[in-house]
């Protein structure tokens, strides 16, 4: 069974900065390409960053570049999200998703996705 | 301001169909399928449609998804209250090489 665990969200002061882990299992992480999508509270989903399977490959939205790293370390399953400078428009839940190939790709969807992990920017 | 246009909400009663648009350009929708999502309050969202037209498994044939030029539809038939739920659809723009999603529409049922 696909399992996708973020954490790591939790209070932060802007300006500050913040790592997100999502936990995969039971499919091989390496073989496939993930992303990073965000909510703000009640607002629509907005999609952040993706990295290919190999980790050679990231894509980033414009409000994140520069502030925000996406990476993967295949041989802990894990994919991450480092954040820098956040702002108050940058509270929100973030999901990680899981493509259906290894390469980020016009054609493709997300059919696995995590919990969630709230982020909350404030002082 | 999503790159994709969905309204805000739309409603039925129990058994009708309802249409959801997502309204989108060249650079997006009209080169590239769509992808739509349902979301409960409070969960992470679910894949309800992918390559514009397809059905995953377990997702009943009362969904279903269309597109034509630069616009998609999803039509939910024989509306049941368990529908009530946030749709959004998504596809990548070419412009931005990434994917975009439409700002939402909030389905009620009546």
């Known amino acids: 069974e696909v399992q996708l665990l973020e954490s790591g969200g939790t209070l932060v002061q802007p300006g500050g900065s913040l790592r997100l882990s999502c936990a995969a299992s039971?499919?091989?992480?390496?073989?496939?390409?993930m992303t990073w999508v965000r909510q703000a509270p009640g607002k629509g989903l907005e999609w952040v960053s993706a990295?290919?399977?190999?980790?050679?490959?990231?894509y980033y939205a414009d409000s994140v570049k520069g502030r925000f790293t996406i990476s993967r370390d295949n041989s802990k399953n894990t994919l991450y999200l480092q954040m820098h400078s956040l702002g108050a428009d940058d509270t929100a839940v973030y999901f990680c998703?899981?493509?259906?190939?290894?390469?980020?790709?016009?054609?493709?969807?997300?059919?696995?996705w995590g919990q969630g992990s709230l982020v909350t920017v404030s002082s | 301001q999503s790159v994709l246009t969905q309204p805000p909400s739309a409603s039925g009663t129990p058994g009708q169909r309802v249409t959801i648009s997502c309204s989108g350009s060249?650079?997006?929708?009209?080169?590239?399928?769509v992808n739509w999502y349902q979301q409960f309050p409070g969960t992470a969202p679910k894949l309800l449609i992918y390559?514009?037209?397809q059905r995953p498994s377990g997702v009943p044939d009362r969904f279903s998804g269309s597109k034509s030029g630069s616009s998609a539809t999803l039509a939910i038939s024989g509306l049941q209250s368990d529908d009530e739920a946030d749709y959004y659809c998504?596809?990548?723009?070419?412009?931005?090489?990434?994917?975009?999603f439409g700002g939402g529409t909030k389905v009620t049922v009546l």
């Open positions: 998703a899981r493509d259906r190939i290894s390469r980020v790709y016009a054609s493709s969807w997300y059919a696995y």
């Open positions: 039971g499919f091989t992480f390496s073989n496939y390409a």
């Open positions: 990295i290919s399977g190999g980790g050679g490959a990231t």
């Open positions: 060249s650079s997006n929708i009209g080169s590239n399928t």
């Open positions: 390559s514009s037209t």
């Open positions: 998504s596809a990548w723009e070419d412009s931005l090489n990434h994917w975009v």
